[in-house]
T-cell receptor
Framework: NAGVTQTPKFRILKIGQSMTLQCTQDMNHNYMYWYRQDPGMGLKLIYYSVGAGITDKGEVPNGYNVSRSTTEDFPLRLELAAPSQTSVYFCASSSGTGAYNEQFFGPGTRLTVL | GENVEQHPSTLSVQEGDSAVIKCTYS??????FPWYKQELGKRPQLIID?????GEKKDQRIAVTLNKTAKHFSLHITETQPEDSAVYFC?????????????FGPGTRLSVLP
């Protein structure tokens, strides 16, 4: 299994541009998450999904959108990029079965908005 | 909502000494507490976790303790080695939230000096 994969690894955007961060998992996990990690800080939840077709906002959703058309994929869309969105973005997944489920993280996407 | 505090923010120890990192949480409904290790430029990786019905768990040099009454949990690393140097994050998961959302602490940067 490849686990959780993310593309691209690095990206530089100009203010006002848009882009989609891709996330794919091959573990048949129901739950998927998007986090951002600012330099020297912890992880903040942007959006999450409990299954295909179901998404919900996390702690910091403004400026982002998500969709979940399949179990495997959970893309994150940035519209009108702003310097405040400069961060490292991690996608994660968990099985969601049972009460205690480890989150598996992707390698991250480092985004800079200039 | 849940709030997780973590102390200290930085910790330096001599190789072979023990390191202790402490976290507190605010919502008594949280029932699962994982700890993640993040090396520079890498993704967070689970190192140990504890469920709310357990008071202590050990895995070789790593242990976690949980005090539900006081709403705090701690990570203990014994016989520290240089490869233990990393940022450590605690997290708490709310049991009543169907999204199984995790709230992360801000992190502790551990440096093990040779």
């Amino acid at each position: 299994n490849a686990g959780v994969t993310q593309t691209p690894k690095f990206r530089i955007l100009k203010i006002g541009q848009s882009m989609t961060l891709q996330c794919t998992q091959d573990m048949n996990h129901n739950y998927m998450y998007w986090y951002r990690q600012d330099p020297g800080m912890g992880l903040k939840l942007i959006y999450y999904s409990v299954g295909a077709g179901i998404t919900d906002k996390g702690e910091v959703p403004n400026g982002y959108n998500v969709s979940r058309s399949t179990t495997e994929d959970f893309p994150l869309r940035l519209e009108l990029a702003a310097p405040s969105q400069t961060s490292v973005y991690f996608c994660a997944s968990s099985s969601g079965t049972g009460a205690y489920n480890e989150q598996f993280f992707g390698p991250g996407t480092r985004l800079t908005v200039l | 909502g849940e709030n997780v505090e973590q102390h200290p923010s930085t910790l330096s120890v001599q190789e072979g000494d023990s390191a202790v990192i402490k976290c507190t949480y605010s919502d008594s409904a949280s029932n699962y507490f994982p700890w993640y290790k993040q090396e520079l430029g890498k993704r967070p990786q689970l190192i140990i976790d504890i469920r709310s019905n357990v008071g202590e768990k050990k895995d070789q040099r790593i242990a976690v303790t949980l005090n539900k009454t006081a709403k705090h949990f701690s990570l203990h690393i014994t016989e520290t080695q240089p490869e233990d140097s990393a940022v450590y994050f605690c997290a708490a998961r709310l049991s009543y939230n169907y999204g199984q959302n995790f709230v992360f602490g801000p992190g502790t940067r551990l440096s093990v000096l040779p």
